[in-house]
């Protein structure tokens, strides 16, 4: 379990319609959705992630990482305006 903005959160590891990972962060009482942690992308290596780092989401990097559900950010994407954290999944939360 994980604390995002006051929610007490479970992790839920998907994948996308064309196969890139993402994490949904659900209230852990009522399991209703609280966050969707990742973008998806192009250019994604298929153990990837694109962390949404902005906005409404705004931690969220820095809340998976302590939380051990993501490695340290190994390079990034630039989209736009944006520079999305590209990251790995911990062993733990792998699909």
């Known amino acids: 379990m994980i604390t995002f903005k006051d929610y007490k959160c479970e992790v839920q590891i998907e994948k996308y319609q064309f196969g890139n990972k993402v994490i949904r962060l ?4 009522d399991g209703m959705p609280v966050a969707t942690a990742t973008t998806n992308i192009k250019g994604l290596l298929p153990d990837e992630i694109a962390i949404k ?17 993501i490695a340290p950010m190994h390079r990034e994407i630039k989209e736009g305006w944006l520079t999305i954290p590209v990251c790995k999944l911990i062993d733990e939360y792998k699909i």
Request: charged share 30%.
């Open 26 to 29: 659900v209230d852990a009482e």
């Open 53 to 69: 780092d902005y906005s409404e989401n705004e931690g969220m990097y820095e809340t998976l990482l302590n939380a051990g559900v």
